[in-house]
C-alpha cells in the first residue's frame, strides 16, 4: 500500500505526510482536545462587550452629574456676585 490510502484519497494511518499531502485536504487531528468551544468564546465576548458598555454609561453618567453640580455652583456664584 502507498502513502495515499486508496479509498479516501487521504493518507494512510501512521504514513507520514509528504508537504503534497498536507497541501492537497484536511486531515483531522486524532486525539486532541478543544479547551473551550466556540460558542462558551462568543457568549464570553458578548458579556464582556455589555460589561464594558455598561461601565462605560455608568462613568459618563457619573461624570456628567459631577459636571452638572459644578455647574449650579457656579451659577450660584455668579448671581451672588454684586454687578459692576
Do not use: C, H
Amino acid at each position: 500500500m502507498n502513502a495515499m490510502d486508496d479509498k479516501a484519497g487521504a493518507p494512510a494511518a501512521g504514513t507520514p505526510l509528504t508537504p503534497a499531502d498536507r497541501s492537497t485536504g484536511f486531515v483531522a487531528v486524532q486525539g486532541g482536545s478543544e479547551g473551550t468551544s466556540a460558542e462558551v468564546l462568543l457568549v464570553t465576548a458578548y458579556l464582556v462587550m455589555w460589561a464594558i458598555l455598561l461601565a462605560f454609561l455608568l462613568l459618563t453618567w457619573r461624570k456628567q452629574s459631577r459636571i452638572e453640580t459644578r455647574l449650579s455652583e457656579l451659577d450660584g456664584e455668579l448671581r451672588r456676585r454684586p454687578k459692576t
